[in-house]
């Protein structure tokens, strides 16, 4: 298998796909962190400037009107667009980002009426910067338990807010230690004696001097793994009073005779309203891994292509890039990013523009794409900083950084195991109601004979591995619950490598699908760059589940053994053509920032070594800032 040269309008195109939407919006996003010296890295710096680093970078991109909270109402798709952009130069203020415009701002619009929307203009200039009191400690993701209680006085017409215990803190609460005046609190609410269920309730945290509210304490969390330019924080309530407007109340009212009334009508559907916007939040947080992802790989390519050593002559006169070893590790995941930046494209598409019916699908997209996508970033940042040797083991090659954040983006709104129970739970119970179709295979009694060499073939691969383990997991079930366990023994004690191992299978064909939907989409030299992408993305996850085909007779031996010959000729039928689709990222090489990367400032690798420079790349690090408004 050979690729020929490609125009540079095949390489414009693939970008153009990749990036989706909000081209223009991405480019001047970019070009702000290119230029302005706030967004360039700095390392050895004090916990209170890394703070004040990630806020002020967020006060940029918030001057500049990339995003708005009214983007919910007339853009959705860009929100996920400047997330992405914030998550290639720093996770801190991608973190930030995500909490007050999706979060704070997305719940308060959301689910707030029109006496709410005073907030809003606020929100997008950061003069009212929020948080999103949901988590507690003793109860994540059972948040549904939390113990935080809003009880309504009718005579003050008040709601009383209290965290009655240890385990009812509010917890790892973004922005809240040290920015945030307002916090969207989710309690169980309480009128007249009687739980409603949990609500969301907009508190006042901090007074406009900063001081912490009456009845609030406010704790600071410290220092974490990565991403220590977001003030984590925790959060108590002791009689905290805010009046009955506070509620936000498109779906749950107190009328001005004190009267509840509700259209969602059980205390489950009410959480699961008020915290709706977790969904969106996990495509934020997919969005901006994506962005830390393409971040690495665009490192990681630039100096494989300049770091040269030994050569057939024994010279230092071969870039790293041409070796078998570097193509194996890096290319893999080039394919596995661009299958997965068309998934999330297609997952945000379905989530912005769904039909009423819509919503099982798009909550198990939702929860099925984040953790394909930070997984991802995580192997990739960690394979990258190793190919890169000692040189990715320094901060100011960014790795680290990336590595951390990627932690974050699977730990953050919602577990990703936790996330691939749901999916799987919930694809199980819409197969059996009819709810949902999957694909069928006509054929699939010759899958022994398919060439795994056809994408196609390969699609069919995915669909029946995914019905297989659905049908192990149904009959599996079935059995053990017949024979006296309870759903809750077989769920959780006994059946979780099928659960997790479905859902996984679910979103992969999904990302497959969607990837073959596309290139029949594109022509010419793009259409064969994304069709020996997807064969690759296709192949590895074949490879990875090899043992499981092969028992189960989908691949024949003789197919099993032509998998790693195969794999290895499409990866050096790309590897000519690495850095340019790499470019098509759409990373601009300007916020890669790493000396690795041979980019601004330092320009190269070698450069940057020849001063004594303690591994930072400005002599000053308080470059850039402005006065705090704090």
């Not at 029946?464 to 366990?485: C, H, P, T, V, Y």
């Not at 759903?487 to 299978?505: G, H, K, N, P, Y």
Request: charge should be neutral; aromatic fraction near 8%.
């Amino acid at each position: 298998m050979s690729l020929n040269p490609f125009s540079d309008e095949a390489f414009a195109s693939l970008s153009h796909l990749l990036a989706f939407d909000n081209h223009a919006t991405r480019k001047a996003c970019l070009d702000l962190m290119a230029t302005d010296p706030i967004f360039i890295p700095r390392y050895n710096i004090p916990l209170e400037l890394e703070r004040e680093l990630a806020l002020q970078r967020l006060q940029r991109i918030a001057d500049c009107g990339f995003l708005s909270v009214f983007d919910f109402e007339k853009n959705p798709l860009n929100v996920f667009a400047v997330h992405e952009m914030a998550g290639m130069v720093d996770g801190s203020t991608a973190t930030k980002m995500t909490v007050q415009w999706n979060l704070f701002g997305g719940t308060v619009i959301k689910l707030g009426t029109e006496r709410h929307r005073y907030l809003l203009p606020g929100i997008d200039t950061l003069e009212n910067i929020g948080c999103f009191a949901l988590t507690e400690l003793g109860y994540g993701n059972n948040a549904i338990e939390m113990e935080t209680t809003a009880v309504f006085d009718e005579k003050t017409r008040q709601f009383v807010i209290n965290t009655p215990s240890i385990l009812s803190q509010k917890y790892w609460i973004t922005n809240s230690a040290v920015h945030a005046k307002w916090a969207v609190v989710f309690a169980q609410t309480y009128v007249h004696g009687i739980n409603e269920g949990i609500h969301a309730i907009i508190v006042r945290i901090r007074e406009d001097n900063m001081a912490p509210s009456k009845g609030v304490t406010i704790e600071d969390m410290g220092i974490k793994q990565e991403c220590n330019g977001v003030d984590n924080g925790k959060l108590w309530f002791k009689d905290v009073r805010v009046p009955v407007e506070n509620l936000l109340n498109r779906y749950s009212n107190i009328d001005e005779q004190n009267r509840f009334t509700s259209s969602i009508k059980n205390r489950r559907g009410r959480f699961l309203k008020v915290a709706d916007q977790l969904l969106s939040g996990r495509l934020a947080i997919a969005s901006m891994c994506l962005g830390g992802t393409k971040t690495c790989l665009s490192i990681a390519f630039r100096y494989a292509n300049s770091r040269f050593a030994v050569g057939a002559t024994g010279k230092s006169d071969t870039p790293i890039l041409a070796y078998q070893l570097q193509q194996r590790a890096l290319l893999p995941l080039l394919a596995n990013t661009v299958a997965l930046n068309i998934g999330l494209n297609y997952c945000k598409s379905r989530w912005a523009n769904q039909a009423p019916n819509d919503g099982p699908e798009v909550v198990r997209l939702c929860c099925v794409i984040k953790p394909l996508v930070t997984w991802n970033c995580e192997r990739v940042a960690t394979v990258c900083r190793e190919r890169c040797g000692g040189q990715g083991y320094l901060s100011v090659n960014r790795f680290a950084s990336f590595i951390g954040f990627s932690h974050a983006g699977m730990t953050a709104e919602g577990d990703n195991s936790v996330l691939m129970q749901k999916v799987a739970k919930e694809l199980l119970a819409d197969v059996k109601t009819g709810a949902v179709q999957l694909p069928v295979i006509p054929d699939a009694d010759k899958a022994l004979t398919w060439d795994i060499g056809i994408p196609n073939n390969l699609l069919k691969l995915f669909s029946l591995r995914e019905q297989i383990l659905l049908k192990e997991l149904e009959i599996n079930m079935s059995e053990k619950m017949k024979n006296g366990a309870s759903l809750f023994v077989v769920w959780m004690t006994q059946e979780s490598d099928t659960i997790q191992a479905l859902a996984r299978a679910h979103g992969e064909r999904i990302v497959l699908e969607q990837v073959l939907i596309r290139i029949d989409q594109l022509k010419g030299g793009a259409k064969i760059l994304l069709q020996t992408l997807g064969l690759l993305y296709a192949l590895n996850q074949l490879d990875a589940y090899l043992a499981w085909y092969l028992t189960n007779h989908l691949v024949s031996i003789e197919s099993a053994s032509r998998l790693q010959p195969l794999i290895r000729e499409v990866v050096a039928s790309l590897a000519p053509q690495s850095i340019r689709i790499v470019d098509a990222l759409g990373v601009d090489p300007r916020v890669l920032f790493a000396p690795i990367a041979n980019v601004p400032p330092s320009d190269s690798w070698v450069n940057f070594n020849a001063s004594n420079n303690k591994g930072e790349l400005l002599s000053d690090v308080t470059v850039g800032f402005r006065k705090s408004k704090l």
